[in-house]
């Protein structure tokens, strides 16, 4: 990870952002996803009444290497981004994600995506 967010950093100019968005492994979303992917299936009792109705594709999830947003914030600061700013939403539980739309906050420790934009 380190390696492909040095060579995405090195290419920006002075000023340049560097937008990261996906889920993160600390969120509900990333546990549920990561269960998923331990157990090969959402259709497992451990799962039953707690997964939302269009979950990303088991294979999608099997074949991610999670993260938290802590691991990304520190390499990045360890590249020398000087400046975050920090958006998430999904802040409901998995199951009840689809019911209503949701707004964008600031932040990211509550997010089931998280974008977090460094500069250099």
Not at 18 to 24: A, E, R, T
Not at 37 to 51: I, R, V
């Amino acid at each position: 990870m380190k390696l492909v967010y040095d060579k995405c950093f090195k290419a920006l100019k002075k000023n340049g952002r560097l937008i990261l968005f996906d889920v993160p492994k600390e969120s509900a979303f990333g546990f549920m996803y990561l269960l998923g992917k331990s157990l090969n299936t959402y259709d497992h009792e451990y799962l039953k009444g707690a997964m939302p109705s269009l979950p990303y594709p088991i294979e999608l999830a099997s074949s991610g290497i999670w993260h938290t947003s802590e691991e990304k914030i520190n390499i990045l600061k360890s590249l020398g981004a000087n400046k975050f700013t920090f958006y998430q939403t999904l802040l409901r539980n998995p199951i009840y994600t689809n019911e209503e739309e949701e707004d964008v906050s600031e932040g990211y420790k509550s997010g089931g995506y998280v974008a977090i934009i460094a500069e250099k």
